[in-house]
């Protein structure tokens, strides 16, 4: 099926280059691209696993601190 698309022209260049490099057409490039992009949708999100360590959270020391104060404590007796 012929369909119209506005690409912009550096993009449009590029993507000319690299087909004429890979030794294709640009219309399969714009194809496997779409497939690409199509595939990706179907993949789960990525998902961080829980880092989570127990404990009480911050010692009495540091609860409403400033960042320096952490900075100086982690930093202490390095100079």
């Not at 690409?7 to 714009?30: D, G, N, Y």
């Amino acid at each position: 099926m012929k369909t119209t698309i506005e690409i912009s022209p550096a993009l449009l260049a590029e993507a000319k280059r690299h087909a004429q490099a890979e030794r294709t057409t640009l219309k399969a490039l714009v194809e496997a691209g779409l497939r690409r992009v199509l595939a990706e949708e179907d993949k789960p999100a990525f998902k961080l696993r829980d880092g989570s360590v127990g404990g009480n959270g911050l010692t009495p020391e540091f609860q409403n601190a400033p960042w320096e104060k952490f900075l100086d404590a982690i930093y202490e007796g390095r100079g």
